[in-house]
């Protein structure tokens, strides 16, 4: 950038100047590319219960976007700061010239609809962008009741508020990307848990229709939304809790309230995109999936052992777990109606050198995770969309979360095994993200071609088939509907 652009080499045009030209790399990727950081990115301001407003880029001064945005406030002390004015997103980019624009790798985190952030360490996207020579970004957004609480006739976006801050973010990197290298015609949005299923509701909403051009969801699926009647009740019960005017009450009374009973699930209240017929026309998944989705390919994917980060050794499912109580402990586990004691019976004569613990997680997983993929994979194959990967994580026996860390090159305890187990997995959503295609084939009926990764990853036709069978007699529903 030179003098007569009227700029210093630490401030960016949106819009006009690259990003590259004024960038002073921050840190040095160990893979490939040099890559500049840029945290806490302001894309967007609301008001409580409100709709969010866009926030213009304009001039920037790049040395000063060095701290995280706050988090959503939420249950737990969690992640810090944390403020209502929580609209933020990250960006890292390589330094260098592309010949061409690089494809932008959009991260949504989980933690179902009421907590998380991506200021957690794992979601660091240097790794990613020096790697695969991509633009990543990564996003904080309204959550639990400051996001989902269904309050329509006195504001009535306030069940997809959240949802709405997702959209906010994807238009300010369809406005801006350019400026950092980035396509904004190849947007790739990638979650986990909870990010996945935003992301499969994302596909079934009008206004985000072209601001998503491919999908990963990571262990996480939205088969249905609430139904409106739910979300009212659920809105009764946390308001009987709360006690107060939502729109005026502190925001620590507000999520103290989140420890209302959920009518529909029990424990604590859930909070959720809402099919109001507003902004949320029908459910993503059912009957079949939104036609608008259809044009996006999608990589789905889960691990094969999910429930192990939910019920560790010393949970109150596990500790003491042996043949005379799985079946009781489990039932629960499985978020279904089905006889229990059959299902255990059926997986000790399919597994006879299992223990009750990995019985347990075998099961609780497949009828609980796993199941919600398969109703969307297969709801896009019986539509005729080609466009569907699938992957299942064996590595390590993986549990739910374990692919965040692979995906962005940030695991803990960083292995050779896990960093040879991660650059295959960064390689194939980069490729993806590339190309619309990770390097194996589509998804089709009645084959289910799954790419297994694991230390020698392979394609699979249709794996744990018959576990899908088994549970496949019992319709699905989507906890929280």
């Known amino acids: 950038m030179s003098a007569a652009d009227g700029l210093s080499r630490r401030t960016v045009l949106v819009?006009?100047?690259?990003?590259?030209?004024?960038?002073?790399p921050v840190f040095a990727a160990q893979h490939k590319l040099q890559v500049r950081e840029l945290l806490g990115i302001r894309y967007g301001r609301a008001e409580r219960f409100r709709p969010p407003e866009p926030v213009p880029f304009g001039m920037v001064d790049l040395d000063s976007l060095t701290q995280f945005g706050a988090a959503c406030p939420q249950q737990g002390k969690g992640y810090q700061p944390q403020s209502e004015d929580c609209l933020f997103l990250n960006l890292w980019a390589p330094t260098t010239q592309a010949k061409r624009p690089r494809p932008v790798m959009v991260y949504?985190?989980?933690?179902?609809?009421?907590?998380?952030?991506?200021?957690?360490?794992?979601?660091?996207?240097a790794k990613l962008a020096g790697r695969g020579d991509v633009v990543v970004v990564t996003v904080n957004h309204r959550l639990n009741a400051l996001g989902y609480l269904y309050l329509p006739d006195r504001f009535p976006s306030s069940g997809n508020n959240g949802q709405l801050d997702l959209i906010c973010a994807l238009q300010w990197v369809q406005r801006?990307?350019?400026?950092?290298?980035?396509?904004?015609?190849?947007?790739?949005?990638?979650?986990?848990?909870?990010?996945?299923?935003?992301?499969?509701?994302?596909?079934?909403?009008?206004?985000?229709?072209?601001?998503?051009?491919?999908?990963i969801t990571m262990s996480g699926q939205q088969v249905t939304a609430s139904g409106p009647l739910n979300a009212q009740k659920r809105t009764d019960s946390f308001l009987a809790k709360l006690g107060a005017d939502p729109a005026t009450a502190p925001v620590e009374q507000l999520i103290a309230a989140l420890s209302a009973t959920d009518p529909i699930l029990g424990g604590g209240v859930y909070m959720g995109p809402v099919l109001d017929m507003k902004h949320l026309h029908r459910h993503p998944f059912w009957p079949d999936p939104a036609p608008q989705g259809n044009a996006v390919p999608m990589l789905l994917g889960n691990t094969v052992m999910e429930t192990r980060a939910f019920n560790g050794p010393d949970s109150r499912e596990i500790k003491g777990?042996?043949?005379?109580?799985?079946?009781?402990?489990?039932?629960?586990?499985?978020?279904?109606?089905?006889?229990?004691?059959?299902?255990?019976a059926q997986f000790r004569a399919h597994y006879p050198g299992a223990d009750p613990v990995e019985l347990f997680h075998r099961i609780a997983t497949t009828a609980r995770s796993w199941r919600g993929q398969v109703e969307e994979a297969d709801a896009r194959a019986r539509a005729g969309v080609r466009q569907t990967w699938v992957y299942q994580l064996d590595f390590e026996q993986a549990k739910h979360t374990d692919d965040i860390g692979l995906s962005f090159g940030t695991?803990?305890?960083?292995?050779?095994?896990?960093?040879?187990?991660?650059?295959t997995v960064m390689d194939a959503f980069v490729r993806f993200a590339r190309t619309g295609n990770p390097g194996w084939a589509p998804y089709s009926m009645p084959r289910r071609e799954t790419m297994v990764?694991?230390?020698?990853?392979r394609v699979v036709a249709d794996p744990r088939k018959w576990e899908r069978e088994l549970f496949a007699r019992v319709p699905y529903i989507q906890p929280g509907s």
């Open 411 to 423: 695991s803990p305890d960083m292995t050779p095994a896990r960093q040879a187990m991660s650059n």
């Open 176 to 215: 801006n990307i350019a400026a950092f290298g980035g396509d904004p015609g190849n947007v790739t949005v990638f979650g986990q848990s909870g990010g996945g299923a935003k992301i499969a509701t994302l596909m079934a909403m009008p206004e985000a229709t072209g601001l998503l051009h491919k999908a």
């Open 15 to 24: 819009g006009g100047m690259a990003f590259y030209a004024a960038a002073t």
């Open 321 to 344: 777990l042996d043949w005379s109580n799985l079946a009781e402990r489990v039932a629960p586990a499985m978020k279904i109606d089905i006889e229990p004691h059959w299902v255990v």
């Open 108 to 125: 949504i985190h989980g933690g179902a609809y009421s907590s998380g952030s991506v200021t957690d360490q794992l979601n660091d996207g």
């Open 453 to 457: 990764f694991d230390v020698a990853s």
